[in-house]
């Protein structure tokens, strides 16, 4: 089956610092989401991307989609302690008869120093 | 809309017990995705419907659990026999049909003793 790789598993940084989590799908995805859960609570949709080579930004956010989509990555400028929390990467594909399948790689735990 | 709802919020039960885990997608929403949460394998797809039919059951761990969806406002995760091992958050999530956003619910905390 489908399977989407996220590394790296934990981050620690000192605030002010830059963080990336990079995201690889066995398959080649139709779109990627990523989403952010923080301590104690549920995955919060980030942002979608959708065509190849895509590039989105959010703030201090940056996010990309590779040219073949089958990868993507996550860039925070400057962290700060805000940012605290799990980001997942999620891969759409198609599975048939009109659905598509969410899989969730398995997060990236981001701690900030202050 | 109230959002993906959950319940129960926690749940302790003794090994051997059944279990039920509720969802309730939010209104018009044709997918619904039911994941499990844990330290060691973070979040695992293990079932989704799509217009109420189960699509792909793989991720589902063993016959102990099943999962219902009886029409578009519910659907629930059954485990029985329950196991220690079977402690965990559960979620549940839906959304418009393919390549829209995922909602999550606040999930259910399991503790099977």
């Known amino acids: 089956g489908q399977q989407v790789m996220q590394i790296p598993q934990y981050q620690h940084v000192q605030e002010g610092e830059d963080f990336t989590t990079y995201c690889n799908s066995s398959?080649?995805?139709?779109?990627i989401q990523w989403y952010k859960q923080r301590p104690g609570g549920h995955p919060v949709f980030l942002i979608q991307l959708v065509k190849s080579g895509e590039v989105k930004k959010q703030k201090r956010l940056t996010f990309q989609f590779g040219e073949a989509k089958k990868n993507s990555s996550l860039h925070i400028t400057a962290t700060q302690t805000t940012d605290v929390g799990t980001y997942f990467c999620a891969g759409r594909t198609y599975s048939g008869a009109g659905s598509y399948q969410l899989t969730f790689g398995k997060g990236t735990k981001l701690s900030v120093i202050p | 809309d109230a959002g993906v709802i959950q319940s129960p919020r926690h749940e302790v039960t003794e090994m051997g017990q059944e279990v039920t885990l509720r969802c309730k997608p939010i209104?018009?929403?044709?997918?619904l995705f039911w994941y499990r949460q844990t330290m060691m394998r973070g979040l695992e797809l293990l079932i989704y419907?799509?217009?109420?039919?189960?699509?792909?059951d793989s991720g589902m761990p063993e016959d102990r659990f099943s999962a219902k969806m009886p029409n578009a406002s519910f659907s629930t995760l059954k485990i029985q026999p329950s196991e220690p091992r079977d402690s965990a958050v559960y979620f549940c999530a839906s959304d418009m049909r393919g390549g829209t956003e995922a909602f999550f619910g606040q999930g259910t905390r399991l503790t099977v003793v």
């Open positions: 209104s018009g929403h044709n997918s």
């Open positions: 419907f799509n217009n109420n039919v189960p699509i792909d």
């Open positions: 398959t080649t995805l139709s779109n």
